[in-house]
């Protein structure tokens, strides 16, 4: 039996879990410290009260054989892609339920996308980046290029027109910067893909966060973005989705074949999203639902906004924490990134991520979430404001 050899091109070892044990080891030896954690990726707030009625009630119909649903669409049941077709029309984006694909989270159409693509296409990512995008393409053998992060971009890498690449993943509001490409920063990498006929993976899972207009909520909002853009979408920072596990998927039809053959990869290799979650995930989009995930997003930008003031106060560099549970900075006194996570770890109990974790433009740079709760997170940078 041989095995895909391209797997011994990933990185070793997954970032969270050397975290988790260098944590771990902390604990043990310092068990009268409390930790505080801002380096969870994980969002803490239940789901919202409509989000539970509707996931209850749709228990209830499986329970009644009248109603009993078995398998369900491939697709998606035409009642959340209808759903999601109205919020995409409420900030003036036509996208129509055929055209989007309900999964089980961006994570999985996020790495398995490249299966409807030749092998040979060359890859762009900018760096630092979501670590999915990555090391899928590894192990699809595919060849990467990065387009740095800097400080003096603000970490919104920019196409380069002397570079060639087929597929280009972007990531707005990023992980794991926070940092967000404006209508004119996506109309450059839009019309970069135009005329170089690539593909534009677009990641949007952190669009709620958004309140500004001047940032798009989503590519398709971009003049040309129907003939080069594919973009993902989650519940799951939107709505606390991330145990309950739905996304979807936007396959416009001026991509011409791409639609079909999405959807036959996903009748080959899925099995859709149970009906209960569907029917959970319709109710975020009803007037109710907005304002209740509305209310915990504001929670997690307060925490953000906590973050952010403490490091603009204490002259650190950052970007990150307006429209995005992230804070991206620069570690103090050029420490490199573990560096500062022994040191934040030691000094402070707060733990949080290595930059250096999400590609080489990440070293010397730190992220901070905003998914920890209220007192911890001020605590936290009372800490860290100390030090
Ligand atoms: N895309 C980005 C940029 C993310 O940060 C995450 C999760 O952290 C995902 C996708 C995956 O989300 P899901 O829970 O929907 O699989």
Not at 161 to 176: E, F, G, W
Request: glycine letters at 8%; aromatic letters at 12%; one cysteine or more.
């Amino acid at each position: 039996t041989k095995v895909n050899k391209n797997f011994e091109n990933l990185v070793p070892n997954y970032l969270f879990a050397d975290i988790a044990k260098k944590t771990n080891e902390f604990i043990k030896a310092n068990p009268d410290k409390k930790l505080i954690r801002l380096g969870i990726g994980d969002v803490t707030l239940p789901l919202a009260p409509v989000v539970v009625e509707a996931m209850k009630k749709g228990c209830d119909e499986l329970g009644v054989k009248e109603t009993f649903k078995g398998y369900p669409d491939y697709e998606g049941y035409e009642f959340l892609r209808t759903a999601i077709s109205d919020y995409y029309k409420s900030f003036g984006v036509n996208v129509s339920a055929d055209e989007i694909l309900v999964n089980d989270g961006a994570k999985s159409d996020a790495g398995n996308i490249g299966d409807i693509f030749a092998e040979d296409n060359v890859i762009l990512v900018t760096d630092p980046v979501y670590p999915v995008y990555v090391d899928s393409n590894i192990m699809a053998g595919r060849k990467i290029l990065y387009a740095d992060g800097t400080e003096e971009n603000n970490f919104c890498a920019m196409p380069d027109p002397d570079v060639k690449a087929d597929i280009i993943y972007l990531c707005s509001p990023n992980n794991p910067t926070g940092a967000c490409l404006n209508k004119e920063q996506l109309k450059a990498w839009v019309d970069y893909a135009n005329a170089n006929n690539s593909l534009i993976i677009y990641d949007a899972a952190y669009e709620a966060f958004i309140t500004e207009d001047d940032i798009p909520r989503s590519i398709m909002e971009i003049e040309g973005a129907r003939t080069c853009a594919i973009e993902m979408c989650s519940l799951s920072k939107t709505a606390g989705f991330t145990g309950t596990r739905c996304g979807y998927t936007i396959v416009p039809k001026a991509l011409g074949k791409l639609n079909k053959m999405w959807l036959r990869r996903q009748t080959t290799k899925f099995n859709g999203v149970p009906y209960i979650v569907q029917r959970a995930a319709e109710a975020v989009f009803t007037e109710e639902g907005q304002k209740e995930i509305k209310e915990n997003i504001g929670y997690y930008k307060e925490n953000a906004k906590v973050i952010s003031e403490t490091l603009k106060r204490c002259n650190i560099w950052h970007v990150g924490g307006e429209h995005s549970p992230y804070i991206w900075l620069r570690c103090p006194n050029n420490m490199k990134s573990w560096e500062f996570f022994d040191y934040l770890l030691e000094k402070a109990n707060v733990v949080g991520t290595p930059g250096s974790g999400f590609g080489p433009s990440g070293e010397g740079y730190f992220r901070l979430t905003a998914f920890g709760t209220y007192e911890n997170t001020v605590e936290a940078v009372e800490r860290i404001k100390k030090l």
